[in-house]
Each structure stands twice: as structure tokens, then as C-alpha cells.
């Protein structure tokens, strides 16, 4: 365990935090009711639930000001609370086991090999997604239900406990595994692969517009990875009693049949608006952190 190094455990948490706090800046320039906006279109348009079967959001804009004007600018932000604690321990497993698996088979950087990059990508989002899913849980929850959830996050989570029991924690977590083997599995090999070519091409070197192009790069990969299985993900945590699904690819055939392919790319413009931004910011941050002599 001495071998073991802590600074990607720490600094992939400090920039997850970091990357977070932006998307509450400010209601215009933060993310965070982008992402909000997301999961409202992708529960929509659900045939077999009452509640959800009406289109009430055109797209992303929409859809923040209509809440904004419906439900007041504080429901733009339901969910930071599950949504800060998860990227502290999510952003913290993620990167640390990352960074220790690609150390464990290779012991240079210049030695790894995108299949490499892709396995411990897959293994480590597996793991931090996992441990993490109950705040993904809550998250949701209140970023689709708004109002109807009220109460601290604790009391929240004590609800769910006491309504669903441990399973209603880890709704969905199949599903948290699978897309964050998708999205880990792709964006972190992206960034790595990118930025190594770009410095080994001797047109740029380890800067920040290095670091800028290939987080840029690796946010739209992700984002066109991972949105079919965050529609089905978003729709299976959000429902109570699991009555609607019967499971993931029920999910999946459900939403295919009833609402065409391009369901399962619902929400994808605010996705890849959340995920480019985050990804810029993650990165850039954690690469100065890396700089620091510690």
C-alpha cells in the first residue's frame, strides 16, 4: 500500500469538485441547469407513465426557461447537493484507480497503449460509478420531480431507504456501470491518446491548449457514447417501484418501439454541453494541480 501514490485520488477530486462548482456559477453561464434540462427531455415522452407522456420541453432552452418560469430559478438547480457529493467521491475513485491501474501494467506513460487506456478506463468507472450510484439516484430524482422533493439530502436519501430499501440506493446501478464504463472507457483514453500525439507530433507541446483540444475532444466522444445508455439510465432511476421497466434492455426496446431510435439521443445537445465544458475544466485544473510539489 506504500507504492500506492494518493495525488490522483486527491487531485481528481479537487477537479471534479472544482469542474462542479462551475456549473452553479451563475444561471447562464453554469452548466448545471444544463443538466437539469437533460434529464427533463429524456424522461418525457414515456407512453406507459401518465406523468411523463406529455412533451412539455421543445429542447434544451426551452425547457431551462420554462422551469425557470414555471417552477422558479432554485428548481434550475435541484440536485447540486447529491450532484457535489457524488462528483467528491465519483471524481476522486475515478481518476485515482485510473491512474494507479495504467501504473500497475505499464510503468511509463509513453508506453501506454489505447487498449491499456481502455481497460483500466472501463474497470475504474466501473468501480467509482458503483460506490457513488446513490447520489446519482437522488440526483435525478429531484432534477425530474422538482418541487415534489423536498426536505435536506440526507433526509432524502433516509426516504428513499426507508421506502425502497437498500435496492432503491442502488437503482439503476447496472446501468450507472455501464455508462460510466462507457464514458471513463472513452473520454479518459481520448484525452490520454490525444494528448500524447499532440506532443509527440511536435506541433504542441504539454500546455494548456494541449490540454484544452484534447479535453475538448474527449467531452464529444463521451457524450456521443454514452447518451443511449443515459436515456435508459435516467428513465429506470426515476421511476418508483420499477413497474414501468422491467429491466435495461426492456427500457431500451420500450423507448425504441414506442418513441424511434433518436429517443435513445434525447438530450444529447445539452449533454455534450455539459460534458465539453466539465471536461474542459476538469482537466485544465487537474493538469496545474499536477504541477504542484507536494
Not at 495504467?102 to 511509463?108: E, G, I, N, S
Amino acid at each position: 500500500m506504500s507504492n500506492v501514490n494518493w495525488k490522483p485520488f486527491v487531485f481528481g477530486g479537487l477537479a471534479s469538485v472544482t469542474a462542479e462548482c462551475e456549473k452553479c456559477v451563475s444561471m447562464f453561464a453554469g452548466t448545471f441547469p444544463i443538466d437539469l434540462a437533460k434529464t427533463r427531455l429524456q424522461v418525457q415522452g414515456q407512453v406507459g407513465d401518465s406523468k411523463y407522456r406529455e412533451i412539455r420541453y421543445r429542447g434544451m432552452l426551452h425547457a431551462i426557461a420554462r422551469v425557470g418560469r414555471e417552477e422558479g430559478l432554485r428548481a434550475l438547480y435541484s440536485g447540486i447537493a447529491p450532484a457535489m457529493l457524488r462528483q467528491a467521491s465519483y471524481g476522486t475513485i475515478k481518476i485515482g484507480t485510473y491512474q494507479s491501474f495504467k501504473r500497475l501494467l505499464v510503468d511509463r506513460p509513453e508506453d501506454e497503449t489505447l487498449l491499456t487506456n481502455v481497460a483500466c478506463g472501463v474497470l475504474s468507472g466501473v468501480i467509482s460509478s458503483t460506490i457513488a450510484n446513490p447520489t446519482d439516484v437522488l440526483k435525478i430524482r429531484m432534477q425530474a420531480q422538482g418541487n415534489v422533493i423536498q426536505g435536506s439530502m440526507m433526509g432524502n436519501f433516509i426516504n428513499i431507504y426507508q421506502q425502497e430499501g437498500t435496492r432503491g440506493l442502488w437503482k439503476g446501478v447496472s446501468l450507472t456501470a455501464q455508462r460510466a464504463a462507457i464514458v471513463v472507457g472513452v473520454e479518459l483514453p481520448v484525452y490520454d491518446i490525444t494528448k500524447k500525439h499532440l506532443i509527440m507530433s511536435g506541433h504542441m507541446g504539454d500546455n494548456v491548449y494541449t490540454h484544452f483540444l484534447s479535453s475538448f475532444l474527449c467531452g464529444l466522444a463521451g457524450a456521443l457514447a454514452s447518451n443511449p445508455v443515459d436515456v435508459v439510465r435516467t428513465r429506470m432511476m426515476n421511476q418508483r417501484g420499477g413497474a414501468l421497466y422491467q429491466g435495461t434492455l426492456d427500457c431500451l426496446l420500450q423507448t425504441w418501439r414506442s418513441e424511434g431510435f433518436m429517443a435513445l439521443y434525447k438530450g444529447f445537445f445539452p449533454n455534450w454541453l455539459r460534458l465539453g465544458p466539465w471536461n474542459i475544466i476538469f482537466f485544465l485544473t487537474y493538469e496545474q494541480l499536477k504541477k504542484i510539489d507536494v
